[in-house]
C-alpha cells in the first residue's frame, strides 16, 4: 500500500523485502556576501549563497581574442558505449548525419542480457541590484563563505509573544518557520512563496542573530529563538547541529501550543503554492495532518482528499504538517518536547516516528480516513503526496497531474548534493527566485541533444542491469554532446543553458528496484533528468584554485521561465558545424522567411581561436545554440582549446561537477561481476580536452 508500513519496519526493511521477495524485480567562484543598504521607506532583501552565486560580466573582444583550444578527434562510438557493463549489453548507439540533417539515437535491446541571489531584486545604480521589496538597495560584493553582513545589525526580530501570534494571525492560525543563517537563501526563497500564495498569516524564526537581523531589516514577520551561531556546529543533514535546528520547531511549537491557535509547520525547503488554511476546515476530525515522504497514493483521480490508507505507518514527513489545537494535539505536543528532553539522539521525525506509532489504528468515527495514533489519544489524517509533494512526486513523476489536483506546496526532499541539490531542483521547476540579472545576462550557450530513443518494451523489463546499463550508456553520449557545448560557453565567455537530459533510470541513495524508487514502480522512462541526478550542483563554481574555470550554469528550464526576458529568448542563432561547407574560415547563413537570419553553419573542427574569430560578427544574439545535426559525433562539432592551460583548467572543472549514480544492488551486481561498481561515477567525457595532442604548452 502507498507509503504504508508496518509496525518497527522501515522503508530500507520494506525494500530489502520486495528485492528478496522478488516482487518488484531488482529492489563558485567564491559565493556572494551582500551588503545592505536601508532607506526609510522600504527594505532590502539579500542572500547568503554558500554554494556558488557568480557575478556577471559581459566578455569583450579582447577576451575573446585570447579564448584558445585544441583538436578534438573523439569517438561518438567510444562515448556511446561508456558505462555499458554486463555481458550482454545493448547495440552500440548509431549516430550518422541523415541528409536533411534529421538524426536520431537509435539502439535495440536483448532481454537475455541506470540561490535567491536576492529574491526581491532588480537593477540599481553602481552595479548594486535594486530590491522590489519596498525601494531599498542591497549591493553584491565578493567573498567566501562570509556571513551576510547588514548595514544596521541592531535591528532584531522581537521576543515570541502570544500577543505577536495574535496580530499576524487568521482564523486563528499562524503559520510557523525555523530559519538560521545556513538557511538564509531558502528563507527567502520562502517569503517570496508564502506571499504569493496569499497566505499573509506567516512568522519566521529566527534562530541565530545574523539571521534576525536580516529579517528585522526586511520586516518580515518575526520572532527570534536561542540556537546555534552560525559555523558552530556542523549543519550537514544528520550531524549535530542538523538535528538541533529540526528540534528548534518543536521547541517553538511546545511553548506555543497552548495560546489557542491552529498552527501550520513549515521547513524553509519549501515552496508553498497555495493557502493551506482550508484543509482545517475540510478535515474537522483531525488533530493533525501530516505530509509523507512516500511517492505514491491509493486515491482516484481527482481526489483531493486525505490519503484513503493514511494511519500512523505511513513515513510522514515533520517538514510540513498541520496541527489543529485540541486537548489531544497539545499532550501530544507536550510529549513530543519530553521526549528531547529525555536524551533522545534522532531528529524530529525520528522521535515523533517513535511517540506516535503506537496502539492499533482504528478510524474515526465521522471518516475512515482520519485514524488514531499515538496509543488512541491523537487522531491524525496523512496528505498525500500529489497535495504535499516532494521533490520525487512533483518534479520526476509529476503526480499531481496524473492525479489531477492541485499541490498546497513543494517539499524539496528527495534531492541530492545538500542544499545545492535542493536549489537545483527548485530552479528546475522554476520555484526558485534568482535575482532579475541571472535571467537576463550576459549572454548564453546551449546544445540542441541528440536524443536517445528507448528500445521497445523498455519499461517492461525485470532485469535491473539491462536498464542501468543503457542509462548509463545513453547519458553519456548526452554528457558527451554537453561538454562541448560548455567548452565553447567557457570560451566565449557565456554562460551555458543545460538542455534537458533524457533519464532511463533513477538514481537513490539505495538499490534501485527496476530502475525505479520502490514506491514509484508506475514512472515511464524517460524522463527529464532533474540537475541533482547528473551534476553536483554546488561544484559549478567552487574555488577555482582547486577545480579549475568555474562554470556560469543555467537549468534546463531556463528557457521556459517567465522570468527570462523576451530579448533574451528571441535573440537565438543556431550555430551548425558543417561538413558542407568547403573552407575553414568561411560561414554560411541562412534565413527564415521573414529574412531574419535562423542559423549560421561553420566549418566542423575549428579550436576556440578559429570559430569565436568566425563568430564574432554574431555576438549579438543572446542564445547560441549548438546543433550536430551536420557532423557524426560531438567533437567533429567542436575541437576545444588549443591553450593546454586552458584545456587543463576547463578539464579540472568536468571532472568535478559530475555526481555518481547509484545504486546496483549487491546481490544482482555480483551476478554480473559488477560487485565493485554499486556506483557509478558520471564523466563529461571519455576523450577529455586536455589529452589532446598538438596543445599549445606556453599558455
Same mark, same amino acid.
Given at each position: ?42 527594505? *532590502?532583501?539579500?542572500?547568503?549563497? $554558500? ?19 585544441? &583538436? ?9 558505449? *561508456? ?83 495574535? #496580530? ?39 534562530? %541565530? ?33 542538523? $538535528? ?55 486515491? @482516484?483521480?481527482? %481526489? ?21 489545537? !485540541? ?7 507536550? *510529549? ?8 533522545? &539522539? ?68 528527495? !534531492? ?17 527566485? @534568482? ?6 545576462? +550576459? ?34 553520449? &548526452? ?40 514506491? *514509484? ?24 584554485? &582547486? ?6 550554469? #543555467? ?10 526576458? +523576451? ?26 522567411? @521573414? ?21 564574432? +560578427? ?10 550536430? #545535426?551536420?557532423? =557524426? ?19 579540472? =572543472? ?46
Amino acid at each position: 500500500m502507498a507509503g504504508f508500513l508496518q509496525p518497527g519496519h522501515s522503508r530500507a526493511d520494506t525494500h530489502h523485502a520486495l528485492w528478496h521477495n522478488g516482487s518488484a524485480g531488482q529492489a563558485n567562484t567564491a559565493t556572494l556576501a551582500k551588503w545592505v543598504e536601508l532607506t526609510d521607506v522600504g527594505t *532590502a532583501a539579500a542572500e547568503g549563497n $554558500r554554494e556558488g552565486a557568480q557575478q556577471h560580466s559581459d566578455t569583450d573582444s579582447a577576451r575573446l581574442a585570447e579564448a584558445v583550444s585544441q &583538436q578534438s578527434n573523439s569517438d561518438p562510438d567510444a562515448a556511446a558505449k *561508456a558505462g555499458q557493463s554486463i555481458q550482454t549489453e545493448p547495440e552500440p548507439l548509431s549516430w550518422e548525419p541523415d541528409q536533411d540533417g534529421a538524426d536520431t539515437l537509435g539502439g535495440s535491446f536483448s532481454e537475455t542480457a541506470g540561490d535567491v541571489h536576492g529574491a526581491f531584486a532588480g537593477t540599481a545604480a553602481g552595479g548594486g541590484v535594486l530590491s522590489d521589496y519596498g525601494t531599498s538597495m542591497a549591493r553584491v560584493a565578493p567573498g567566501f563563505h562570509e556571513p551576510l553582513r547588514i548595514v544596521d545589525p541592531s535591528l532584531r526580530c522581537p521576543e515570541l509573544s502570544k500577543e505577536l501570534l495574535q #496580530r499576524h494571525a487568521k482564523a486563528s492560525t499562524v503559520m510557523l518557520g525555523v530559519v538560521n543563517s545556513v538557511q538564509q537563501n531558502f528563507g527567502i526563497n520562502w517569503v517570496r512563496h508564502v506571499k504569493d500564495a496569499g497566505i499573509e498569516y506567516f512568522v519566521a524564526a529566527a534562530a %541565530d542573530a545574523n539571521t534576525s537581523a536580516l529579517l528585522a531589516n526586511m520586516q518580515v514577520p518575526c520572532f527570534s529563538i536561542a540556537g546555534p551561531s552560525d559555523g558552530e556546529l556542523p549543519m550537514s543533514w544528520g550531524e549535530a547541529g542538523w $538535528r538541533q535546528m529540526t528540534w528548534q520547531k518543536v521547541l517553538v511549537l511546545d511553548q506555543v501550543v497552548e495560546w489557542g491557535f491552529n498552527i501550520v509547520i513549515s521547513d524553509m525547503d519549501v515552496a508553498w503554492l497555495r493557502d493551506p488554511l482550508p484543509l482545517f476546515e475540510d478535515h474537522p476530525q483531525a488533530d493533525v495532518l501530516l505530509s509523507t515522504d512516500g511517492c505514491a497514493t491509493v486515491n @482516484d483521480v481527482g %481526489d483531493a482528499g486525505l490519503e484513503r490508507d493514511g494511519n500512523m505507518h505511513h513515513n510522514f514527513n515533520t517538514g510540513v504538517y498541520l496541527l489543529r489545537t !485540541t486537548l489531544r494535539s497539545i499532550r501530544w505536543v507536550h *510529549a513530543w518536547k519530553a521526549l528531547l528532553d529525555t536524551g533522545f &539522539q534522532g531528529h524530529d521525525q525520528e522521535g515523533a516516528y517513535q511517540l506516535t506509532r503506537r496502539g492499533e489504528v482504528k478510524p474515526h468515527s465521522g471518516t475512515p480516513r482520519v485514524t488514531t495514533a499515538w496509543d488512541g489519544d491523537l487522531y491524525l489524517g496523512i496528505l498525500p503526496t500529489q497535495l504535499m509533494s516532494n521533490g520525487h512526486t512533483y518534479m520526476v513523476q509529476r503526480l499531481h497531474e496524473q492525479k489531477a489536483v492541485q499541490p498546497y506546496a513543494v517539499h524539496a526532499t528527495w !534531492t541530492y548534493g545538500g542544499s545545492g541539490g535542493k536549489r537545483a531542483r527548485f530552479r528546475d521547476a522554476m520555484l526558485w527566485y @534568482d535575482d532579475p540579472s541571472y535571467y537576463s545576462g +550576459p549572454s548564453f550557450v546551449t546544445v540542441d541533444l541528440r536524443l536517445p530513443q528507448a528500445p521497445e518494451g523498455f519499461n517492461d523489463l525485470q532485469e535491473n542491469e539491462h536498464m542501468i546499463s543503457f542509462h548509463l550508456s545513453t547519458l553519456q553520449a &548526452q554528457l558527451q554532446q554537453a561538454y562541448i557545448g560548455m567548452a565553447l560557453a567557457v570560451a566565449a565567455g557565456r554562460a551555458f543553458i543545460s538542455p534537458k537530459f533524457q533519464c532511463f533510470c533513477e538514481k537513490i541513495w539505495y538499490a534501485v528496484v527496476k530502475c525505479r524508487v520502490v514506491d *514509484a514502480q508506475g514512472l515511464q522512462f524517460p524522463i527529464n533528468c532533474p540537475t541533482d541526478y547528473v551534476f553536483e550542483p554546488h561544484h559549478f563554481s567552487d574555488d577555482p584554485s &582547486q577545480f579549475g574555470t568555474p562554470l556560469d550554469f #543555467r537549468e534546463p528550464s531556463f528557457l521556459d521561465n517567465p522570468r527570462t526576458p +523576451p530579448e533574451v529568448k528571441e535573440s537565438v542563432l543556431v550555430i551548425k558545424p558543417s561538413f558542407k561547407l568547403g573552407c575553414a574560415d568561411c560561414v554560411r547563413e541562412e534565413k527564415l522567411a @521573414d529574412g531574419s537570419l535562423n542559423q549560421v553553419l561553420v566549418p566542423t573542427g575549428l579550436n576556440d581561436h578559429q570559430l569565436l574569430a568566425l563568430l564574432e +560578427p554574431y555576438r549579438r544574439f543572446r542564445v547560441w545554440r549548438i546543433s550536430m #545535426r551536420g557532423v =557524426r559525433g560531438p567533437n567533429e562539432a567542436y575541437a576545444g582549446f588549443a591553450c593546454a592551460g586552458a584545456a587543463r583548467e576547463f578539464d579540472k =572543472r568536468m571532472d568535478h561537477i559530475t555526481t555518481e549514480w547509484c545504486c546496483r544492488h549487491e546481490e544482482e551486481a555480483k551476478k554480473y561481476g559488477l560487485q565493485d561498481r554499486i556506483r557509478e561515477k558520471l564523466h563529461m567525457t571519455s576523450r577529455p580536452f586536455s589529452e589532446r595532442v598538438g596543445l599549445d604548452a606556453s599558455c
